[in-house]
Every structure is written in C-alpha cells, then in structure tokens.
C-alpha cells in the first residue's frame, strides 16, 4: 500500500467514526508529515523514533498543544488503522494553562452597540447569550430554536454531541422577524445566495467588530462563550449547569472559568491602595 492509498484508508475510517471534519484534516496532515519522518511505515510503532520526532517539533518551538495533536494522531494510526498491540507508552506534553480572555458586559455592550449590520449583530448577541461555539451558530437551522421554551438544540457538536442551551429571550422579536418567510429547515444565519455562512465569515465579522469598538483585549469569536460562561457564574448559576449549557464532557473544563470569576480574588486590594 502506498502513502497516497494508506492516508485514503485513513480518512476513511477517520469518516466511519464521524470524527468531525476538521479533526480529519489535522490527522491527516500531522499523520503525512510523520510517515515523511520515519521513511518506512511498520505495523508496530517504533517508539524511541516517535520520542525523537516529537523532541524535533518541540525543538522548533511548536506547542504543547500541536504536539499533543501529533501524538494523538499517531497513537489512533497504531490502534485503529494497523490494530497494533503495542501501547505507545509516551507522556503528553505538559499543556500550557492559559486563563481564558473574557469580555466583560460592558465591552459586550459596546461590541453590540457598534455593529450595524443586523444579521451580523444577531450572531455576535446570540453566540454571547447562548454560549455557542464559531461552528455552532453557523449550523444553526430555524427549526432547531424553540422560542416558546427558550431553548436552542445543539446537534453534532463538538465530539458529534448533541444538547441543549438557553436562548435569550431579548433576542426573541429578532429572530421571529428574521425568520418570518423562511422554512424550518433553512440556516439561520444563511448567505446572500442562501447557503451556509462559513466559519472564517463570522470570524471576521468579530474582528471587524471588535476593531470598531476599539476593545483593546486579544478577544477571538471563542471570547463569546467564554464571556458566556464566565457571567453565568458570576450570576451565581452552579457550575454543573454552565457544563450542561457549554457541552463539557469534563467538569474540570469548566471549572477553568471559576479562576476568572473568583469574587474573593476581586474583593482584595492592593496594598497600594
């Protein structure tokens, strides 16, 4: 089998287990990179090369994050695609922890005041008041919003999960109006020609947007949810439900949120003060 045939049979079975696509495309590319490294591709893993070719990302100042990825993707090629038995014993790459970067109401307000478009402001609102994910809000159909329960169902989220989150009322007059016309199976935030916006569309209507407002923080599309989370807890909702809203399949995820949000931690003042 060559490389071309091994990375076709790989997509495939990455395919079949519904792996999301842009969890196949990195596979693919990271799993390329290191079948080019180690030249001759065995049925078991050669672990003092795999030591040496994660040492030479490292070396080069890649992340701890992208070599996690390119260890996670060389461990499922052993395990599902040659079924190898050989455990590749090789530790994570300590991950950097980095404080999330929220937004706080009033710069939400700002962001809101300064956006004209009304498309434009109805995703950057609705992805704050409902915590949704770039990749969430732009699948969203009509039919999956139910304004009598103020709920939106999320399908096939992120680990091709579905659940459900809030939906803010303020926003619930906008949406009726927008969607007056239109079928329940059409996208909500559809593109002039009617297909599905993309993710980098509604990427840059937040860059564009953020400039405008003159926000100074390094916020990206994700700020939202996180902003999202972090005022549900400062409003004094358990952590457990902002996990259920957020989708976490580990506490500990969200429980990230509380370090940004610790009301002790604020109340302190500086002893120059």
Known sequence: ????????????????????????????????????????????????????????????????????????????????????????????????????VVLSRNEIRKISDSIKNAKHKLIIILSYGAGLRVSEVINLKIKDINLDELTIHIKNAKGSKDRITVFPEKIKNNIIN????????????ASERGNKLTERTAQLVFEKVLKKAKIGKDATFHSLRHSFATHLLENGVDVRYVQELLGHQNIRTTQLYTKVTNPNLKNIKSPLD
């Open 1 to 100: 089998m060559n490389l071309k045939e091994l990375l076709g049979k790989i997509e495939d079975e990455l395919k079949l287990r519904n792996y999301s696509q842009k969890t196949i495309k990195s596979y693919l590319l990271c799993l390329a990179d290191y079948f080019e490294f180690i030249k001759t591709v065995k049925k078991n893993p050669d672990l003092p090369l795999i030591k040496e070719y994660l040492l030479k990302k490292q070396a080069r100042g890649q992340s701890s994050q992208t070599i996690n990825l390119y260890l996670n993707a060389i461990k499922y090629f052993y395990r599902e695609i040659f079924k190898s038995n050989v455990p590749i014993d090789i530790k994570f790459a300590k991950t950097a922890s980095k404080l999330p």
């Open 178 to 189: 927008l969607t007056a016309t239109r079928s329940g199976n059409d996208y909500l935030f």
